[in-house]
T-cell receptor, first 115, second 111 residues
C-alpha cells in the first residue's frame, strides 16, 4: 500500500496570506488527523476527520480549518497567516475502526514558513 | 494540559547499550503509543499499548504501562546507530484519534 502523502512538501508564504495543505491517507483509511509541530510547542493536535465529519478538535483558533472529502483525502486551511504559524504540519491516517484510538500512520509533513 | 512529558529530554549512549525513556501523562487514557521521528521528518509508529495492558514487546522494544502512576517506559535493547532519533509518547482517549504528544526524548546512539 502507498503511504500517506502530503502536498506540498515545502511552502513559503507572507503574513496575512492563506494556505491550503493537502493530505491523502492510506487507501481504506477513514480517519485523518492533523498536527502542528514547532520547536517551542512540540506536536499539537489540530483536528481529526472521520467519514467527512470533524470528530475531534484541538485548541487552535478558527483561522485553522479543515475538511475531508468522500475519498478520505483531507485539506487543511490556515487563513490570515501569522509568523507563529511557521511549522511542520503533519497529517496522520488511521483505519478509524476503534473509537479509542488507532495506530496512526504519518505523512512526511509540509514545512510552512511564514515571512 | 493533557500533554505528556518524556524523560530524559536527551540521552546519549554507546551502540549495543540499552536505552530507557519514560513518559508521564496527566489524564486517564484509552491507550498510549510510542513514535520515532528522524530529524524533521514524519513520525513512525513503534508500538501501541492499551490501558488494560501492562507490558508489550515488539522486536528490540519493550513498553510498560502503569496507569496508577500515569506513566510508561520504552526500552530499546542492544541499540544501534540507526536508532538515533527523537522518541515521543502519545496518549489517546475514548473519543477517536485525538492524541496528545509528549515533548520527546532525543536519543543519540554513538557507533
Amino acid at each position: 500500500k502507498a503511504g500517506v502523502t502530503q502536498t506540498p512538501r515545502y511552502l513559503i508564504k507572507t503574513r496575512g496570506q492563506q494556505v491550503t495543505l493537502s493530505c491523502s491517507p492510506i487507501s481504506g483509511h477513514r480517519s485523518v488527523s492533523w498536527y502542528q509541530q514547532t520547536p517551542g510547542q512540540g506536536l499539537q493536535f489540530l483536528f481529526e476527520y472521520f467519514s467527512e465529519t470533524q470528530r475531534n478538535k484541538g485548541n487552535f483558533p478558527g483561522r485553522f480549518s479543515g475538511r475531508q472529502f468522500s475519498n478520505s483525502r483531507s485539506e487543511m486551511n490556515v487563513s490570515t497567516l501569522e509568523l507563529g504559524d511557521s511549522a511542520l504540519y503533519l497529517c496522520a491516517s488511521s483505519p478509524g475502526r476503534t473509537s479509542g484510538g488507532d495506530e496512526q500512520f504519518f505523512g512526511p509533513g509540509t514545512r510552512l514558513t511564514v515571512l | 494540559s493533557q500533554q505528556g512529558e518524556e524523560d530524559p529530554q536527551a540521552l546519549s549512549i554507546q551502540e549495543g547499550e540499552n536505552a530507557t525513556m519514560n513518559c508521564s501523562y496527566k489524564t486517564s487514557i484509552n491507550n498510549l503509543q510510542w513514535y520515532r521521528q528522524n530529524s524533521g521528518r514524519g513520525l513512525v509508529h513503534l508500538i501501541l499499548i492499551r490501558s488494560n495492558e501492562r507490558e508489550k514487546h515488539s522486536g528490540r522494544l519493550r513498553v510498560t504501562l502503569d496507569t496508577s502512576k500515569k506513566s510508561s517506559s520504552l526500552l530499546i535493547t542492544a541499540s544501534r546507530a540507526a536508532d538515533t532519533a527523537s522518541y515521543f509518547c502519545a496518549t489517546g482517549s475514548d473519543t477517536g484519534n485525538q492524541f496528545y504528544f509528549g515533548t520527546g526524548t532525543s536519543l543519540t546512539v554513538i557507533p
